[in-house]
């Protein structure tokens, strides 16, 4: 009995513990889309489906996308009834994602996502000095120049096409009905 009484008291706290905001996404809010769940899904799995060497800037965003996603969606009204599979892969794939880049689990998301998306930009301008700052080792221990080499033979992550196709093939019969 007391051990189940200290198992509620433990998920309550917890249930009552103030959430971080949501993460933002660089660049989402410029695409002018309201729900920019949809478009950031799609070109998520566009880059898993069929991950391309050599393209690191391309994973950054991948993987920045996937980091949002997984992190939003259980906290976005419009999608945090949607398929728990698909919520639940789409975390497994997050850690997946962070394991293969040396990314610490404990890293908040929106500092992965940020120094993701930054890095993608700093490899896309060759920038060392703005890569550098984009890949802080507090985050991103292994290093700038690692990470690159890591996003340019991406990490086949497994599931995570089908955990996001699960949320929105669900989301969309929700609607439907």
Known sequence: MHRRSALLLVLLTAAC?????APTLPGTT????ADPVVPVGQAMVAFFRSPQPNQPAVAARAIADLEWLADSLPRNPRWNQAS???????????????????IPE??????VINGLSAAAQAIEANDQAA?????PRSVFPVGPREMVSRLSAPPQISGVVSAYESVAND???GMVH
Do not use: F, I, K, T
């Open 84 to 102: 728990s599979v698909g919520l639940n892969g789409l975390q497994q794939a997050r850690w997946e994602a962070r394991r293969a880049l040396g």
């Open 131 to 135: 890569l550098a700052r984009a890949l």
């Open 171 to 173: 989301r969309v019969q």
């Open 17 to 21: 513990a103030p959430q971080s905001p």
């Open 30 to 33: 410029a695409a002018g889309a």
């Open 106 to 111: 404990r890293a908040a998301a929106q500092a």
